[in-house]
């Protein structure tokens, strides 16, 4: 099964510290999007990328956060000094290319991130 | 502002149907209903989505108003893996509008 793969799954570091996270999309979707999830809520949207092509960014998403999807296939999310208000789940999803079909978001199982 | 309403928690027995609410009042003619859920420490699963049609999978089925203005996810023959929380969605279709925006969902306990 070649779905969405997220890395770390896990990650714990100190405050002021900065993380990266991985996801790698299902092989022939060009949308991949990322999104943050707190404990009790649902997932909260922060980008989303067709192709290499960073298309929305939410207001969540201070100028702490980078992402990049430089070849249009696997993305990294970037936190630059940490805070524990950053501790979370990070979520990754993609999908195929809309047009007609209305095609589904495919998510990972996230990097739970804990700032301590 | 959230665009759907589904009640915070649902029981349901074994083996039995389960029936999930969700209020959507205010959907537009390009919006779909979509359905995920989620089980502990897991990303979101694709559930089902319709627009205006009845529709059914290996996982469930989905039944619109005719007025498009509420649905009912239908678990049929619920097992203990069902339990897990449920988000019921509007999607919105055209340039720039893909993304899901995911409210506080059902959670749905199967009762043995």
């Known amino acids: 099964d070649t779905g969405v793969s997220q890395d770390p799954r896990h990650k714990i570091t100190k405050r002021g510290q900065n993380v990266t996270f991985r996801c790698d999309p299902i092989?022939?979707?060009?949308?991949l999007y990322w999104y943050r999830q707190t404990l009790g809520q649902g997932p909260e949207f922060l980008t989303y990328?067709?192709?290499?092509?960073?298309?929305?960014k939410s207001r969540l998403l201070s100028d702490r956060f980078s992402a990049e999807r430089p070849k249009g296939s696997f993305s990294t999310l970037e936190i630059q000094r940490t805070e524990q208000g950053d501790s979370a789940m990070y979520l990754c999803?993609?999908?195929?290319?809309?047009?007609?079909?209305?095609?589904?978001?495919?998510f990972g199982n996230g990097t739970r991130l804990t700032v301590t | 502002d959230a665009k759907t309403t589904q009640p915070p928690s649902m029981d349901c027995a074994e083996g039995r149907a389960a029936n999930l609410p969700c209020n959507h009042s205010?959907?537009?003619?390009?919006?779909?209903v979509y359905w995920y859920r989620q089980i502990h420490s897991q990303g979101p699963q694709y559930i089902i989505h319709?627009?205006?049609?009845?529709e059914t999978n290996e996982m469930a089925s989905l039944i619109i108003t005719e007025d498009r203005k509420s649905s009912t996810l239908i678990l049929p023959h619920a097992t203990l893996r069902d339990t897990a929380v449920y988000y019921c969605?509007?999607?919105?279709w055209g340039f720039g509008n893909e993304k899901l925006t995911f409210g506080t969902g059902t959670r749905l306990t199967i009762i043995p």
């Open positions: 205010t959907i537009s003619g390009n919006e779909y």
């Open positions: 969605i509007v999607r919105a």
């Open positions: 319709g627009l205006k049609n009845n």
């Open positions: 990328f067709q192709n290499e092509a960073q298309l929305e």
């Open positions: 092989s022939e979707h060009n949308r």
């Open positions: 999803a993609s999908s195929s290319d809309p047009g007609l079909e209305n095609s589904p978001l495919h």
